[in-house]
């Protein structure tokens, strides 16, 4: 199976929630730069390393049978010749859970090479409770 040329960093994303929301790891695979330094953080979880890692991580989500969809919302972008930045608020719903979860704030960069644009990193992290936010005395930046 020959990998898709993605000819825009909106292409790449767009096929990152679409196989997300199939469950379809070659799918996901696909997009990923082949380079050795790709980053990916899932929601809570520690930062993976490299294509084996990123492909283990997805395959025991999509291992686990819940199928997800998620909505990006709240785009900001930057970008020049060779390199994309984006990020998006994810709403995210869960097959057969009707709750209501809490959006998630995601960074997802992308590099363009000889091949089209490619993901390079996804990082993904729970949105603050805004409510409890604004009502603390403490500093909201850590850093």
């Not at 993605?6 to 997300?20: G, H, K, M, R, S």
């Not at 010749?81 to 997802?108: C, F, K, S, W, Y």
């Not at 000889?114 to 604004?134: E, F, I, R």
Request: contains cysteine.
């Amino acid at each position: 199976m020959s990998s898709p040329i993605f000819t825009t960093p909106d292409e790449v994303e767009a096929a990152f929630y679409a196989a997300l929301a199939h469950a379809d790891l070659d799918r996901m695979m696909a997009i990923w730069s082949e380079d050795d330094e790709v980053v990916c953080v899932h929601p809570g979880s520690i930062r993976l390393i490299g294509l084996v890692a990123i492909r283990e991580s997805w395959r025991q989500l999509f291992a686990s049978g819940a199928r997800i969809t998620v909505s990006a919302t709240h785009p900001v972008r930057w970008s020049n010749l060779m390199t994309a930045v984006h990020t998006v608020h994810q709403h995210v719903h869960v097959e057969g859970d009707d709750r209501l979860h809490p959006p998630i704030i995601a960074t997802n960069v992308f590099a363009r090479g000889a091949l089209g644009w490619k993901m390079v990193m996804h990082h993904a992290s729970p949105a603050p409770d805004m409510d409890n936010l604004h009502s603390n005395d403490s500093p909201h930046i850590i850093h």
